[in-house]
C-alpha cells in the first residue's frame, strides 16, 4: 500500500476516516487508488481538492463509527449508498447478536484492502447487479458452532460461481487460532482468506476457457482433478510429505485449483507488502516492471528483516514460507496474468 498524507502534512492511514492531527474528515477513493481531505458541501456531498480540481464523492452509508466505520468514498455520478466494497457483501451474519457488529466490523475492514488492492492491480470483475449469473458478492454465514439457532453445522469457507462464503467465526482471533492449530498451518488471516477466496474468483474469471488454461495446466497440474476425491484424501492422509518442493503451503498440495488460490494469495501479500516498503523507501521495487528474479531476491531480504523485527518484539514469524524454485515460476505466472488482463 502507498502512503497517504491530509492537507495538514500529516500522514494518515488507510483506515482513518479523521486526519489524527487537524480532525479533518478524509476519506479513500478505491477506484482511483487515493485518499483525501475533504470538506463537507451541500447536498451530502464532500469535496476533495486534486492539483487545480475539485472532486465531489459521498460517504458510503457504513461510515459512522457506530456502524462499520468505512471510509471509502462513493464518486458523485454513482447513485449507490454504499461504496463499492460495502455493496459486494450479500448476506451479514445476524445483526440482533451484538458480536456479529464486531464480526462484520472485522470482515469489511479486509474485504476494503483487498477491493483496493484489486482497483490498484487494475483487475477485471463485475459484481452481483452487473452480473447476476456469476458477478462478485460474499455471504458471511455462521454455523451452529458459534450460533445454536441455525440449522447449518457447518459453514464452509469457499467460492462458487462468483459467490464467496465466509464464516464469520473467521473474524474472531480465538477461532482463527484454533483452526490454525487444528490444522497444523502456520498463517491464517481474514486478509489472507480474502485473498485467497478471490484468487478462486479471477482463476473462474481470467483462465478458465481461455489461453491461459493450457500454462495453467503446465504449471499447477489438471484443474479437471476430482476436487472432493482430492480432500477427502487431504484429510484422510494429510499433505504430499514433499510440499515444500512444488508448493507455497502444505494446503496448496491438495489440489491444482487450492494450488492456484494460495498462490495468488501469496503474489497479492507480496504486491502489497513491496509497495509498502517501497513507499516507506526501504528498497525500490515495482512489482510489475522489475525483473522477476529481482522481484523475489528483493522480497527475500525483506522478509527476513520482517522476521527479525518479529523476534524483537516477542513475536511468531510474520513471514513462515520458505518458496522453491517451482513456486517462483508459479508466482511469476500470476504477476504475466495481471500484467496481461488488467483494464
Ligand atoms: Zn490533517
Ligand atoms: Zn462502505
Ligand atoms: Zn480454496
Request: charged share 25%; glycine share 4%.
Amino acid at each position: 500500500m502507498k502512503r497517504f498524507f491530509c492537507s495538514c502534512g500529516a500522514e494518515i492511514f488507510f483506515d482513518n476516516t479523521i486526519c489524527v492531527r487537524c480532525g479533518r474528515l478524509v476519506g479513500v477513493d478505491a477506484e482511483g487508488c487515493e485518499m483525501f481531505t475533504l470538506k463537507p458541501k451541500k447536498n451530502g456531498l464532500v469535496a476533495a481538492t486534486v492539483g487545480y480540481n475539485t472532486r465531489y464523492y459521498r460517504f458510503c452509508e457504513h461510515r459512522s463509527q457506530e456502524s462499520l466505520g468505512c471510509n471509502l468514498l462513493i464518486r458523485e455520478e454513482d447513485s449507490g449508498t454504499q461504496c463499492v466494497s460495502c455493496r459486494l457483501t450479500r448476506v451479514i451474519p445476524d445483526q440482533s447478536i451484538p458480536r456479529n457488529l464486531v464480526r462484520w466490523r472485522t470482515l469489511e475492514s479486509a474485504k476494503r484492502r483487498m477491493v483496493f488492492n484489486m482497483y490498484k492491480n487494475r483487475l477485471p470483475f463485475e459484481n452481483r447487479y452487473q452480473n447476476p449469473v456469476n458477478g462478485l458478492c460474499f455471504d458471511f454465514l455462521e454455523d451452529r458452532r458459534s450460533n445454536p439457532n441455525l440449522t447449518n453445522d457447518v459453514v464452509y469457507t469457499g467460492h462458487s460461481n462468483g459467490v464467496i462464503t465466509v464464516n464469520a467465526a473467521e473474524a474472531d482471533p480465538q477461532y482463527r487460532v484454533t483452526v490454525r492449530e487444528e490444522m497444523n498451518e502456520r498463517y491464517r488471516t481474514t486478509l489472507g482468506h480474502f485473498r485467497h477466496e478471490i484468487g478462486h474468483y479471477f482463476w473462474m474469471r481470467l483462465i478458465q476457457g481461455t489461453k491461459w488454461e493450457w500454462s495453467f495446466k503446465q504449471l499447477f497440474g489438471d484443474h479437471n482433478e476430482d476436487y472432493d476425491a482430492a480432500l477427502k484424501r487431504y484429510y484422510a492422509e494429510g499433505p504430499d510429505p514433499n510440499w515444500q518442493e512444488n508448493h507455497i503451503s502444505a494446503y496448496a498440495s491438495m489440489h491444482p485449483l487450492e494450488d492456484w488460490a494460495e498462490t495468488w494469495a501469496h503474489y497479492m501479500h507480496m504486491n502489497d507488502t513491496l509497495e509498502t516498503a517501497t513507499a516507506f523507501k526501504m528498497l525500490d521495487v515495482d512489482i510489475d516492471q522489475t525483473e522477476f528474479n529481482i522481484v523475489l531476491n528483493k522480497w527475500v531480504e525483506l522478509t527476513v528483516i520482517m522476521n527479525a523485527l518479529n523476534r524483537s518484539v516477542g513475536k511468531p514469524d510474520a513471514y513462515p514460507f520458505i518458496l522453491s524454485s517451482t513456486v517462483y515460476k508459479k508466482l511469476e505466472y500470476v504477476r504475466e496474468l495481471i500484467v496481461a488482463c488488467r483494464y
